[in-house]
């Protein structure tokens, strides 16, 4: 049984009152014995949860695949850590220096059990990876599959979560990335299980198994479930890691980001602190997404508060691309100390038409109100009624543009602003 805890937040920030209640039950972090209703492996597997010693915001920094895929060594992860620090990444938040798949060697040690990294790909290990990212000031993840094998055929963690999760945390390792690939046809989900109860699904245990791994470590690690939105993940995600992906990989295009986003506004109710969809990597810096569209994927990444790690050659970023991914208001949003919840869709007029994905989204940060405005169609003017907007009311409002920080004045009733064909508009906003 999952403890009942309902965590309160209530602050007085000058006129402005923000109360975070949680919805939900806090996820359970005890070892607890399984019910005796259960059947099969569900009776027997460990119920232990994620540490609450990290993961309790969204993460923020860089993974390896969609710059790379396998074509990964350490000089191409120490050179995306040296630029967290000249580009000032580091400064605005981001942290985690991702290894994706291919760091391994074929097969596992005939000694230890353990999973080897490649010694011409990585020279210094994984360990020695880990010590110069930490001496950074940086944090260091990596990458394993709930399955005997990772996508791309190296060796997978299921059956051997022990000795992987020991490896890991030995070498320094502060995040795990855990696909889904090459899983056992018994170990997949034919039906839905009784009772709806996909927390006690094949696939759910595969995921249990290296949590309880990580906790028997004693190191707390970052635990993001690269599930692809199976066995409603959104359902139980919050009691076995801190991230779980809602769908298949991101793409380069704007079918892929409007999709995505349109996919994970149905499940936001999940999304809180220690509690994160993730919308998969980020595409800014690869393929021909218009600028426009890249500032939509970092906004909506940021309002919904998926994790945001970036996914290109640093070194090929423009200054407006840095710009936006250091937006300090939208960062600050993502990363709120103190509002957990993410933007919601709201109807933004009675007659305002309904659009895949959502248009208009509201939400609270500890510094006021926000309304985004994706315009997934052509350049067009966007007008929302503030008493539309959840907490708002009606009267006259101060409004800010979250991208320049720049005041555009004050308004009643309702608000209307000019959005780009696939632009994000992001707005503060105060009663005057
Ligand atoms: C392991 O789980 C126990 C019991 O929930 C918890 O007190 C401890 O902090 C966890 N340790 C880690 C490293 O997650
Ligand atoms: C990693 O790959 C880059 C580009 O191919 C190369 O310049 C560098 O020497 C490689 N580093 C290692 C450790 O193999
Ligand atoms: C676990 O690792 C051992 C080698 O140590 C290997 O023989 C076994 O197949 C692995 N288990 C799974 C389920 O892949
Ligand atoms: C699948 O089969 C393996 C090998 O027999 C077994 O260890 C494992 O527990 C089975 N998984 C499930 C979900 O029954
Ligand atoms: C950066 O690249 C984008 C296209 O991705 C382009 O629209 C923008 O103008 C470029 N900015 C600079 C300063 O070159
Ligand atoms: C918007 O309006 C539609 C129909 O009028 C309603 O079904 C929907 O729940 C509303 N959405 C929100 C977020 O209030
Ligand atoms: C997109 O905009 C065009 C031009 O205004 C309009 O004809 C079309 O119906 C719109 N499409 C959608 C899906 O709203």
Not at 70 to 97: P, R
Not at 223 to 237: K, Y
Not at 412 to 419: D, L, M, W
Request: aromatic share 10%.
């Amino acid at each position: 049984m999952a403890v009942s805890l309902h965590r309160l937040f209530s602050y007085v920030l000058g006129a402005l009152v923000v109360t975070a209640a949680a919805h939900k039950s806090a996820p359970s972090v005890t070892s607890t014995a399984a019910s005796s209703t259960l059947t099969g492996i569900a009776a027997t597997a460990p119920t232990i949860g994620p540490s609450h010693q990290v993961g309790r915001l969204p993460a923020l920094g860089w993974n390896s695949w969609n710059a790379y895929s396998c074509n990964i060594n350490e000089t191409k992860i120490l050179d995306a850590a040296d630029l967290f620090i000249s580009l000032g990444l580091a400064d605005a938040g981001y942290e985690y220096v991702n290894i994706d798949d291919c760091w391994p060697l074929e097969t596992r040690d005939a000694s230890t059990g353990r999973i080897v990294p490649d010694p011409s790909k990585f020279p210094s290990g994984i360990s020695g990876v880990a010590d110069q990212v930490h001496a950074l000031g940086l944090k260091l993840g990596i990458y394993s599959d709930a399955g005997t094998n990772t996508c791309a055929g190296f060796p997978g963690s299921l059956g051997n979560e022990t000795v992987d999760a020991e490896a890991f945390a030995e070498w320094g390792v502060d995040y795990l990335k855990y696909d889904n690939c090459n899983v056992p046809s018994n170990w997949t989900d034919a039906a839905t299980p009784p009772d709806n109860d996909w927390y006690n699904s094949n696939s759910a245990i595969r995921y249990r198994q290296m949590t309880a791994a990580l906790n028997q470590t004693g190191k707390p690690v970052h635990f993001s479930l690269c599930i692809w939105g199976d066995a409603n993940v959104w359902e139980w995600g919050d009691r076995v890691g801190h991230s779980w992906r809602m769908t298949g990989d991101v793409s380069a295009s704007w079918s892929s980001i409007s999709s995505i986003i349109a996919a994970n506004a149905q499940h936001l109710d999940s999304v809180d602190f220690f509690s994160h969809n993730d919308m998969d990597m980020m595409e800014i810096g690869n393929g021909d997404l218009t600028l426009e569209e890249q500032r939509t994927h970092f906004a909506a990444w940021a309002f919904l508060k998926s994790p945001i790690l970036l996914g290109t050659d640093l070194n090929n970023l423009n200054s407006t691309q840095l710009d936006i991914i250091k937006n300090a208001q939208l960062l600050a949003f993502h990363q709120d100390p103190i509002v957990g919840t993410p933007a919601t869709p709201f109807n933004a007029t009675a007659s305002a038409p309904s659009t895949s994905p959502p248009e208009f989204y509201a939400g609270k940060s500890s510094k006021g109100t926000h309304v985004f405005i994706i315009n997934t169609n052509t350049t067009a003017t966007k007008t929302f009624e503030f008493g539309n907007v959840p907490g708002l009311g009606f009267g006259r409002f101060r409004v800010q543009d979250m991208w320049t920080g720049k005041n555009l004045g004050t308004f009643a009733n309702k608000f209307s602003i000019t959005v780009d064909t696939h632009d994000t508009a992001a707005l503060l906003i105060h009663r005057a």
